[in-house]
């Protein structure tokens, strides 16, 4: 095999592996999440992820990647929210997948307000 041909191997599959979203870690228990959820979350983004109060965020049918980032995101101290900050600190990786794949588990409807 020439050189080129080498290089250009791998740059295909480094190009190829780049495509290829990041599996977790571990995989997740939507049951564990729920009672993560039912624990931490209900109280502001409610039990079914439909929220309770006006300026918290509907959590039911958010991709699961979305909620996993923005999760460690606080956690990390990158996104700050007063209640969020304090909240997500203690969260390991696997409860953040957990609680994530629970809320993302959920699907919403929308209805025709005719």
């Known amino acids: 095999m020439h050189l ?3 290089r250009s191997t791998w740059g295909l599959v480094g190009a190829l592996g780049l495509a290829v979203p990041a599996l977790p870690a571990a995989a997740a228990d939507i049951n564990a999440g729920k ?3 039912d624990m931490a979350c209900a109280v502001c983004h ?5 929220a309770t109060l ?3 965020p509907n959590l039911a049918g958010q991709p699961h990647i979305y909620l996993a980032e923005q999760l460690k995101n606080y ?3 990158k996104r700050t929210h007063e209640v969020m900050s304090v909240i997500a600190k203690p969260l390991t990786d696997q409860d953040i997948e957990n609680t ?3 809320y993302a588990s959920l699907q919403m409807e929308l209805r025709d307000s005719k």
Do not use: F, L, M, T
């Not at 409610?46 to 439909?50: D, K, L, N, R, Y």
């Open 35 to 37: 009672a993560k959820a």
């Open 100 to 102: 994530s794949a629970w």
């Open 54 to 56: 006006p300026n918290a």
């Open 75 to 77: 956690r990390s101290g």
């Open 4 to 6: 080129w041909s080498i």
């Open 46 to 50: 409610g039990a079914q992820g439909i």
